[in-house]
């Protein structure tokens, strides 16, 4: 799998957008950006993925650049439930078997 | 909402046993999964698991595990000889289809080697 870089960490005030950035610099043009996160003491859990135009769902929206070189993950409004690591992950069209981490955004949210 | 479900929460075997950890995958999903997370670190890639068979492996998979899918709606990972290193939290997960369809993952066993 392609590699993503995030920020370690992010910090956000309870009920204001936030945005998580994801580079992907040798992205492929059949790779999907998978979003995940991990809430304390929790397995991880699907957010939302793409493959080039923007993406919307309950949970988040999904913004990726038109060169798909990077993508944001967008929170429209932040809760304390929000706190968690938030995973940036690339897969194959082909999907091979594995989804692989990396070591995430920690975002710690403010009350 | 389905959920995938794993037992038991938490495991405390002696080293050198064998463990089971047992997971129930979503019912109508297809490809299966088992990931560790020791703690404080990144979640990690054990084996996938395809048309009973497994379809990929890390290199942490070693002789030492196993995955089976019994009887059609278990799926299990069993660790023959546990080592202190085995400690960590293993998630299992499900999904409906490879490539853009996401997983859903389980709560996770606390696995704790004695």
């Known amino acids: 799998d392609a590699k993503t870089t995030q920020p370690n960490s992010m910090e956000s005030n309870e009920e204001e957008p936030v945005h998580l950035p994801c580079n992907h610099s040798?992205?492929?043009?059949?790779?999907?950006i998978h979003w995940y996160r991990q809430l304390p003491s929790q397995g991880p859990e699907y957010v939302i993925h793409?493959?080039?135009s923007n993406v919307n769902n309950r949970m988040a929206s999904l913004a990726i650049a038109e060169d798909r070189k990077s993508s944001t993950l967008i929170l429209h409004r932040a809760t304390l439930r929000d706190a968690a690591v938030y995973y940036c992950?690339?897969?194959?069209?082909?999907?091979?078997?594995?989804?692989?981490f990396g070591a995430g955004t920690r975002l710690f949210v403010k009350a | 909402e389905p959920e995938v479900t794993q037992t038991p929460s938490h495991q405390v075997t002696q080293m050198g046993q064998e463990v089971i950890l047992r997971c129930v995958p979503i019912s109508n999903h297809l490809y299966f999964y088992w990931y560790r997370q020791i703690l404080g670190q990144k979640v990690e890639f054990l084996v996938s698991f395809y048309n009973n068979e497994i379809s990929e492996k890390s290199e942490i998979f070693d002789d030492q595990f196993s995955v089976e899918r019994p009887d059609g709606s278990n799926f299990t990972l069993k660790i023959r000889s546990t080592k202190l290193e085995d400690s960590a939290m293993y998630f299992c997960?499900?999904?409906?289809?490879?490539?853009?369809?996401?997983?859903?993952f389980g709560s996770g066993t606390r696995l704790t080697v004695v």
């Open positions: 040798t992205i492929s043009g059949t790779d999907y």
């Open positions: 992950i690339l897969r194959e069209e082909a999907g091979g078997f594995k989804t692989i």
């Open positions: 997960a499900s999904s409906a289809r490879q490539g853009s369809y996401g997983y859903t």
């Open positions: 793409g493959l080039t």
